[in-house]
């Protein structure tokens, strides 16, 4: 018989508040011991979390961007009540999170090297594995600095590798690296040596020398012991004598990929070079998907844009601590903004956009809308002036073929469609969604309509199934319920083309003999200029500004 049993965060060594980045599972799913349930990732160290049970996912109790500590319940399942799947996990989740390392070990390389204090000369320390937790003999696989390289303390100095986690190794102490004792491949533990550290003897004598132990710096948690014949009294010199730490995970980002352990296994066994791969995961981390993808094009011999010109190093923004300033209140962000965040930074970084901008006179089609409103009401449907757009769009779409395509994955071809799905801008209490109308030219405009206010409503109740969300060929915004005279909205890869519509107003137009009160709507087409240029895009505006204005020309 099924019993249900809730799956915990295990002892994760220092770790507190660490964030949720990956879930590996969802209900439903039939899992096997130590199959990984949900990635774990802070500044240094990426982990995944291994199931202590065989069985039946039945809930997972945790979302992407939740901080999690020991004991954090992360999902509930349904297992037989076979005693030995427990057993089997729980003598191999002690060794599962090593005490990650805040400082690692520091040897001095003899004594009488040891210049006297405040000299100014530069001592040779060996930094050793510091406390990894009971992980013996762990991969080194890679090493983030070479000989001659300044480092900072709390720079990464190698990365070492375990099947479930992979530790970066920062740096003790700020110096110069004085050679380099492991290579990849090697197998350390704990007091291991790694590297040769050049430092400066007046940094390290900035603190008394017989200062107590329990007096070192607090970013110094893990037992940072110096190896060697010296005493716990003498170690606990050797940290009160690191200058004091600067944490800073910005400059980190970016000049590291970031993988899970196992994606980081999937890329070697492919040959693939992390160094070369963008990730297009949270806080850029390299995703499986980055790696086929980047496969996919290196097998076609393409060299990606972005590696081929070096990978993107973005500058870093400062972090700021704004309750300097004063009062604050931190409130996460919603899981749509953090989902869409990321796929609007790339369309925006990855596609060169140009805006134009363009008026229609809607004034006979509002006028035809208002008289059909009561009729449409009628069937319990409220016609907006939205699916009239989505129609005139589709017939934009059929005399100019590029707005419906995609640029194929090696950027030398276009993909032309020949369906109509249009996805619609929907601003929900969440945040924003696309929700894709399929077959726009098959369809009339009240059952348009209709679906319009199926899927907005869907939308708002966060009910939309994934499939609403995919195959769209070309996106519009309407803003015009709310305000507004123009704006630029981003292009929805791997669309190439999206319209925004802002608020239609009564302006003077001229007629040829006099002014006469129109009513105009903002057109404001963002477009691929990869794809399109300007003159199609003056034509896109021009050609559905026509049909806007004599809808009959729909009919055609
Ligand atoms: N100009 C002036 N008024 C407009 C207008 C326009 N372009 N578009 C809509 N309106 C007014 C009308 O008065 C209309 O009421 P009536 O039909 O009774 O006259 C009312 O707004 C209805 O608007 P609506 O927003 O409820 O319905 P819609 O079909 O026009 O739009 C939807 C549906 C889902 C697109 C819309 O509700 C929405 O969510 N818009 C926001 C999209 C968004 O956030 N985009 C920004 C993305 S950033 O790129």
């Not at 508040?17 to 240094?44: C, H, Y």
């Not at 995970?249 to 196992?262: C, E, F, Q, V, Y």
């Not at 404001?524 to 399109?532: A, F, G, K, M, P």
């Amino acid at each position: 018989m099924a019993i249900e049993k809730s799956v915990l965060v295990p002892d994760i060594g220092d770790f507190d508040g660490v964030e949720v980045i990956e879930i590996l599972v969802s209900a439903g799913d039939s899992i096997a011991v130590e199959d990984s349930l949900v990635t774990l990732e802070s500044d240094k160290a990426s982990i995944e979390i291994p199931s202590p049970y065989a069985g039946v996912v039945r809930e997972v109790a945790v979302r992407i961007g939740d901080k999690v500590s020991e004991g954090t319940l992360l999902l509930h399942m349904l297992v037989g009540d076979s005693a030995g799947d427990k057993k089997a996990v729980v003598e191999r989740s002690g060794q599962l999170i090593p005490d990650v390392p805040t400082v690692p070990d520091v040897e001095e390389k003899s004594d009488s090297d040891t210049p006297a204090p405040g000299s100014g000369d530069s001592v040779e320390q060996i930094v050793l594995v510091p406390d990894i937790g009971s992980f013996e003999g762990v991969e080194v696989i890679e090493i983030l600095v070479a000989e001659g390289d300044s480092v900072a303390a709390e720079d990464s100095l190698v990365t070492l590798e375990s099947d479930k986690a992979s530790i970066e190794i920062p740096s003790p102490l700020s110096g110069e690296v004085a050679g380099i004792v492991v290579k990849v491949g090697d197998r350390v533990s704990k007091g291991d040596p790694l590297l040769k550290l050049k430092t400066q003897a007046e940094l390290q004598s900035a603190k008394p020398a017989q200062a107590h132990p329990d007096e070192a710096p607090a970013a110094a948690n893990s037992p940072a012991r110096v190896a060697g014949s010296d005493s716990g009294r003498q170690a606990g010199e050797k940290e009160s004598r690191q200058p004091p730490v600067l944490a800073r995970p910005s400059d980190l980002t970016g000049r590291i990929p970031h993988a899970s352990p196992s994606v980081r296994r999937f890329a070697r066994e492919l040959g693939a070079d992390l160094a070369q791969i963008i990730g297009t995961g949270p806080k850029q981390r390299i995703t499986r998907d980055d790696i086929q993808n980047y496969i996919k094009l290196a097998l076609r011999g393409v060299v990606p844009d972005a590696p081929s010109a070096g990978p993107m190093q973005l500058p870093a923004l400062p972090e700021i601590d704004f309750a300097k300033f004063g009062e604050i209140e931190e409130r996460p962000l919603s899981r749509i903004k953090k989902l869409s965040g990321g796929h609007l930074s790339a369309c925006w970084l990855n596609i060169p956009h140009v805006t134009q901008h363009d008026e229609a006179d809607i004034t006979s089609l509002e006028a035809f809308r208002n008289e059909q409103k009561s009729a449409a009401a009628r069937q319990d449907i409220r016609l907006t002036f939205l699916p009239f757009l989505m129609k005139a769009c589709v017939g934009v779409l059929r005399e100019l073929p590029e707005f419906n395509s995609s640029l194929s994955a090696d950027r030398g071809s276009l993909i032309y469609k020949k369906y109509f799905n249009i996805g619609v801008a929907v601003d929900t209490p969440g945040g924003l969604v696309v929700p894709v109308v399929r077959n726009v030219d098959k369809k009339g405009v009240l059952e348009l309509a209709a679906e319009l206010m199926a899927i907005s409503q869907r939308a708002r109740d966060g009910k939309l199934s994934p499939s609403d969300l995919q195959g769209g060929c070309f996106s519009i915004s309407s803003l015009g319920g709310i305000g507004g005279t123009a704006f630029t909205p981003i292009v929805n890869a791997p669309e190439v083309a999206i319209l925004g519509v802002s608020k239609s107003a009564f302006k003077p137009v001229w007629n040829g003999k006099e002014f006469e009160p129109r009513l105009m709507l903002p057109l404001s087409l963002s477009y691929d200029h990869r794809v399109i240029d300007g003159a199609m895009a003056a034509r896109f505006t021009s050609t559905l500004s026509g049909l806007l204005s004599d809808i009959r020309r729909l009919l055609l």
